[in-house]
């Protein structure tokens, strides 16, 4: 199976520093000339989806409408896509949330990102398990003939590639709008134990946060 997942498009909340979370931002002017870039890059390259899976926010469900539209492919969403809940940061710029909320931007701040001081914040450990499940549903959906494409957000994506890469921790990636992570996988030898999971030929990184073609924007 081949599975490529990508972040949406610039949305007009990135554009203005704005932290989104679950809010629904369209994409910025700037965004859909990103996507239209990503579109035709997928178009030069000859890739064709069996499969397309967006988060049903608008910023990803419009990337992918974009993205996807030369394809006769279903898009399906699926909740489990969205970005984390950013509770009461939700549609704020830092100095907002500074002017509001003083004493949760503190706490957030004094141990790199305290989430658990955040009001209504999805928590990171809620976040890892989202993933997981995301991970193992489309292994368990899908055939080694697929080609999966998944539109998703950054923050939720960093989690993704913790629990497809089989990390008991998340790494922070600092993904660009549009960006791409290529993998090719072997759901044959996937649950395999020993020495099958140390053989690269099963599981390849093909591009990794891969945003190239917004040279061209």
């Known amino acids: 199976m081949r599975l490529v997942l990508v972040r949406h498009a610039e949305s007009t909340a990135n554009a203005e520093g704005r932290w989104q979370g ?3 931002f369209a994409l910025s ?8 870039v990503l579109h035709a890059r997928f178009r030069e390259e000859g890739f064709q989806p069996t499969h397309v899976y967006t988060s049903p926010l608008r910023r990803a469900a419009e990337t992918a409408e974009i993205v996807a539209r030369s394809w006769d492919v279903a898009i399906e969403p699926w909740d489990d896509l ?3 809940d950013v509770g009461v940061f939700s549609g704020l710029t830092w100095d907002e949330i500074g002017a509001r909320y003083p004493d949760v931007a503190r706490d957030f701040e004094a141990v790199g990102e305290r989430w658990s001081s955040v009001p ?9 398990e989202r993933a997981r499940r995301v991970i193992e549903q489309t292994m368990g959906r899908h055939t080694g003939d697929d080609v999966v494409l998944a539109v998703t957000h950054g ?11 089989g990390a008991d921790r998340t790494w922070g990636v600092p993904v660009e709008n549009t960006a791409l992570f ?12 020993g ?6 030929s099963l599981w390849r990184i093909n591009c990794f946060n891969d945003a190239s073609h917004l040279k061209q924007v």
């Not at 002017?29 to 239209?36: K, L």
């Not at 923050?155 to 890469?165: E, N, P, R, V």
């Not at 090719?184 to 996937?190: A, F, I």
């Not at 020495?195 to 690269?200: A, F, I, L, P, S």
């Open 22 to 24: 679950h809010e629904n």
């Open 29 to 36: 002017e700037g965004g859909r000339a990103q996507a239209e």
């Open 82 to 84: 969205k970005e984390h």
């Open 120 to 128: 209504g914040a999805e928590q990171p450990a809620a976040r890892a």
């Open 155 to 165: 923050g939720i994506l960093q989690h993704y590639l913790a629990a497809l890469l």
């Open 182 to 193: 290529d993998f090719s996988l072997d759901l044959g030898s996937w649950s395999l134990e």
């Open 195 to 200: 020495d099958v999971r140390h053989n690269t």
